[in-house]
């Protein structure tokens, strides 16, 4: 295989061989060779600096090696090894869904692989990923897990579809462990993959911290915090998403853990709607999760998104009770972690609260990032506490 030659035009080699996996189309000189084709590039005095796939779009290389002649098969086999691996360590017990592989923090760009029990979910991300990764990491995943089905997942909202490489989709929601908790995951018609992995250090902090208190999850999706929290001794939880389907798995699996039906109500409700309501009935909680979908899926939203932000912190906060606890939690990687800081402080105080931050936290280590690619460090999540 002859490797398309690229040639930088832009100073960027310093950062590619510090590690950051994308070479921006701008910043080399003009090609014509196809998305998924293998690609090495040149500095300007022709000296190597990586090679990898071409995509489409802004993205022009996925950096898949910084070694000069490596084999790319090799190297994809390699590293699916070492992601089962590292799994093996960092995945806690009872626990069987989990991230495998998450692409570029796995030094596989643009490939994203899910365990849930017996079933590997994988999403590809751009057509350099679905055209030069999918193939060679699904049979690398065949031959080391055969034991598990072997699934992939395409496209967003309505247009999404999930086949079977092997093995078959089930038909309905699965059940799943988390830290022994049991939790609905549907791989066909879900959000992700199926659940929010990347929170499961979060639901394990809400765990610990509900004991008497009355909680309310918003944009709760299947329920993951408030089963946390009703397995942790919460008084009270209540679960709000505008979606019926989640809201109705979110009952169910809180049936399923064995906890007392009583003390849940699941609200298929527009979250702004519902806190609004809320207040007006002078509700008050002792712990609110606040885990909305991306507000700034651009740097464009970036803007509307600190709006959407504040005003979120801002209504939450009017029903927290005094030395209440608010987890705020944001998806958003274009809203850095100080942004978001700034966004509940200025959400507190129109609210007029005094909140002190007790821990933040990111993905768990099964979502690996890497140094010299902040970008891939998405997720921001927020303990804080209102002071009396």
């Not at 009952?251 to 979250?271: F, I, K, Q, Y």
Request: with cysteine; aromatic share 6%; hydrophobic share 45%.
């Amino acid at each position: 295989m002859t490797p398309v030659r690229l040639t930088l035009r832009k100073d960027v080699a310093g950062s590619l061989r510090a590690g950051h996996p994308w070479l921006y189309r701008d910043a080399c000189a003009p090609f014509a060779a196809p998305a998924g084709a293998f690609a090495e590039l040149l500095d300007r005095d022709g000296r190597f600096v990586a090679s990898g796939y071409l995509d489409e779009g802004p993205i022009a290389l996925r950096v898949l090696s910084l070694r000069r002649g490596e084999a790319p098969a090799s190297v994809i086999e390699a590293r699916v090894a070492a992601a089962i691996a590292l799994r093996a360590r960092v995945v806690p017990p009872e626990t069987d869904a989990y991230r495998l592989i998450h692409g570029e923090g796995d030094g596989l760009p643009g490939i994203v692989v899910d365990r849930y029990a017996g079933h590997l979910v994988i999403k590809p991300d751009g057509a350099a990923a679905e055209r030069a990764l999918l193939g060679p990491v699904s049979s690398a995943l065949s031959a080391r897990l055969p034991e598990l089905s072997l699934l992939v997942r395409r496209g967003r909202g309505a247009g999404k579809t999930t086949v079977a490489l092997s093995g078959t989709v089930p038909s309905g929601p699965i059940e799943i462990r988390e830290h022994g908790m049991i939790l609905l995951a549907d791989l066909s018609e879900g959000q992700k993959t199926g659940l929010f992995l990347d929170h499961r250090d979060s639901r394990r902090r809400v765990r610990a911290l509900s004991r008497e208190l009355r909680v309310l999850n918003l944009y709760g999706y299947v329920g993951g915090f408030s089963i946390a929290a009703g397995l942790g001794g919460a008084l009270f939880v209540e679960t709000v998403d505008v979606a019926k389907g989640a809201v109705a798995l979110a009952a169910e699996g809180w049936r399923r853990n064995g906890l007392d039906p009583s003390a849940h109500v699941a609200t298929a409700a527009d979250v702004p709607a519902r806190l609004s309501a809320l207040r007006e009935a002078d509700a008050h909680f002792d712990l609110i999760v606040a885990d909305p979908p991306s507000f700034a899926p651009s740097e464009a939203a970036v803007p509307e998104a600190i709006k959407s932000y504040r005003k979120l912190h801002q209504a939450c906060l009017r029903l927290l009770a005094p030395g209440g606890f608010y987890l705020a939690a944001s998806c958003s990687s274009h809203i850095d972690e100080g942004t978001f800081l700034r966004t509940l402080r200025e959400g507190s105080e129109k609210a007029g609260a005094r909140l002190g931050v007790l821990e933040r936290w990111s993905a768990p280590a099964d979502h690996p990032r890497l140094v010299a690619f902040p970008e891939g460090d998405y997720l921001k999540c927020v303990l804080t506490r209102r002071l009396a």
